[in-house]
Each structure stands twice: as structure tokens, then as C-alpha cells.
């Protein structure tokens, strides 16, 4: 005899009720979600920041969206840039180091206890370990303007000593403007 009480409001209580329910449930959804901050400086902690070789980005760790990931954020545009296969929900990233138009973003990763060192490409989109099978812990990542080197600090020997990677002659680099950087001219005598 629940039913009973409802009866009072009518058939028109009834279509307002089928009316509503959708409304409710759409406002609902993942698309109205609040937007997070583009903005530097936020009411989250934004830290550990690397400037790209250009000057234009900057790769930063935040927890923005519950977890501690990289974040890149174009300068002259004032917007966060969209690194789609990036970030992973299971991971916890630091230390990033970017290339000269931020092409490479070079970084810790952990998502199992143990770091590794890992590099994405934003231009395929791609996400590569390359510390895997290295024996030891790694820290502090560094990549060069051109994306060719990479240095870190490692544990291997017992104690922290600097590791450098060639990536090797093959790789695209990451030049600004297209062109290699080339050592200024000595002044003439």
C-alpha cells in the first residue's frame, strides 16, 4: 500500500516526473564535470617545472587530477597541451625534462615501486621505456635540447654516478625552427 500516497499527486505529478528524470540524469554525466584549471600557479601543487629549449613550454608535476602527474603548459598561449597516451592512472610521475619545442619529454615513472626511466614522443604519440633491465635505482633525468642524450643519475655501482644514453644518430631530432644548432662565430681579428 506504498502506491497509496502517490495517487494524491495525479496523473500530472506522474509526467513531470518522466520529464525531470532525464534532465537529472544528463546533468549528470562526465561531460559537465568541472573543467580542470588551465592556468599556472593553481589552487593544486605544481612542481618540479622544466623549460623547453625554445622557451615556449613547460613541463610541470602536478596533482590536478587526483594523482600526480606531468603536466605541459604552452606559455605564449596560456593553455595546457593535450598529451594523449601519456599519462597513465596507475603511474606516478616526476622529474621531467623536455626537448627544445618539447617534442621529447623525458621522466620517472613508477608504477609498480620501482622507476623507470621512460620518454614520449608527442609527435607520434608514443610512450618508450628506457631504462628497462637496468640494474639499479635512477633519479633525476636530464634530456638534451636536440632529444639525442640522455643523462640520469643511477645507483648501479653502489653509489649514485651520472649515466649518459646516445640515442644514436638516427633519431629525428628536436631542432628548433629546423635548423642545428650551430657554435657562434668567432669574432674576426
Request: glycine letters at 6%; aromatic letters at 10%.
Amino acid at each position: 500500500m506504498l502506491l497509496k500516497p502517490f495517487r494524491f499527486f495525479g496523473q500530472g505529478f506522474k509526467i513531470s516526473l518522466y520529464l525531470i528524470l532525464p534532465v537529472l540524469l544528463i546533468s549528470c554525466s562526465a561531460d559537465t564535470r568541472l573543467k580542470l584549471p588551465s592556468a599556472l600557479n593553481s589552487r593544486y601543487n605544481d612542481e618540479q617545472p622544466a623549460l623547453s629549449g625554445n622557451g615556449r613550454f613547460l613541463a610541470f608535476v602536478s596533482n590536478r587530477d587526483s594523482q600526480r602527474n606531468i603536466w605541459l603548459y604552452d606559455l605564449p598561449n596560456k593553455t595546457l597541451v593535450d598529451l594523449p597516451g601519456f599519462n597513465h592512472r596507475d603511474a606516478i610521475a616526476e622529474n621531467p625534462s623536455i626537448s627544445n619545442n618539447a617534442r621529447y619529454i623525458v621522466y620517472i615513472a613508477s608504477d609498480s615501486g620501482r622507476p623507470e626511466l621512460e620518454l614520449y614522443d608527442r609527435a607520434i604519440r608514443r610512450t618508450q621505456i628506457i631504462s628497462s633491465g637496468f640494474r639499479g635505482w635512477i633519479r633525476n633525468p636530464s634530456i638534451s635540447p636536440d632529444g639525442r642524450y640522455i643523462t640520469f643519475e643511477s645507483s648501479r655501482r653502489g653509489q649514485w654516478d651520472i649515466e649518459v644514453i646516445d640515442r644514436g644518430p638516427y633519431i629525428e631530432l628536436d631542432l628548433i625552427n629546423g635548423e642545428p644548432q650551430t657554435e657562434s662565430p668567432s669574432p674576426q681579428k
